[in-house]
């Protein structure tokens, strides 16, 4: 099956500071991805969907320059948290469609955890 | 706006018995996928079973089979023979196209504990 992967799997970063978390499509063409957010014993809320080579397409409510994403090759799409403030410390999942996949057919990747202290 | 409506927070059930789960949605179209999504202890999301809209047949893989009742816009998950292995988070969710793109919505989620 294909496997999305994402680096770091936990990352801890100080307030004011900017992360970035990566996913990677690792044996398919990721024509697009998706990013979620998890609160601690909550649901999977869409932040954002982007298509390689053009610019993310934010959900309602989400800053779009807070929450920097780019999908510039086929297998990889980023997540910038700039200027990270403890409110911004959840579990982040992406996903991953590739062209030739049914619409249904999204992987997830193994999620990140961010801690801002 | 479509939503999913998971009524059950928790719930436990012993090994071997089973278990169903609850879940309603809330659309106007009449072409959709619905799923169930199970997230253990590491997080990952694991696909459980999935059901097309104009199936009328229910969907089953193994001991999972859903209960897809369309006019009640009702989507139930039906464990059978629970194993230990089964305690996880389980999130129902509907897929909707959505400005050209399939988006997933998902419920608030079920949390199952299987008791030995």
């Known amino acids: 099956g294909a496997v999305v992967s994402q680096h770091p799997s936990w990352v801890i970063c100080k307030s004011g500071t900017s992360v970035k978390i990566e996913c990677r499509s690792l044996?398919?063409?990721?024509?697009?991805m998706f990013w979620y957010r998890q609160f601690p014993k909550q649901s999977l809320m869409l932040m954002a969907t982007?298509?390689?080579?053009?610019?993310?397409?934010?959900e309602q409510g989400v800053e779009k320059d807070k929450f920097l994403i780019n999908h510039a090759s086929l297998t990889l799409s980023t997540l910038t948290v700039t200027s990270a403030h403890p409110e911004d410390s959840s579990f982040y999942i992406c996903?991953?469609?590739?062209?030739?996949?049914?619409?249904?057919?999204?992987?997830f990747g193994p999620g990140t955890r961010l801690t801002v202290t | 706006a479509q939503t999913v409506t998971q009524s059950q927070p928790e719930m436990s059930v012993q090994e071997a018995e089973t278990v169903t789960l609850s879940c309603t949605y809330d659309?106007?179209?009449?072409?959709?996928?619905l799923f169930w999504y199970k997230q253990p202890p590491s997080r990952q999301m694991i696909l459980v079973i999935r059901q097309e809209a104009y199936k009328q047949q229910n969907a089953t893989e193994n001991r999972f089979s859903v209960n897809f009742q369309k006019a009640a816009k009702s989507f139930s998950l039906k464990i059978s023979d629970s194993q230990l292995g089964d305690t996880a988070m389980y999130f129902c969710a509907f897929m909707k196209l959505d400005s050209g793109t399939y988006k997933y919505i998902f419920g608030t989620g079920t949390r199952l504990k299987v008791l030995a």
């Open positions: 044996d398919f063409q990721a024509t697009t």
């Open positions: 659309t106007s179209e009449n072409n959709y996928y």
């Open positions: 996903s991953a469609r590739g062209f030739w996949e049914r619409p249904y057919e999204q992987y």
């Open positions: 982007s298509n390689e080579g053009s610019k993310a397409t934010y």
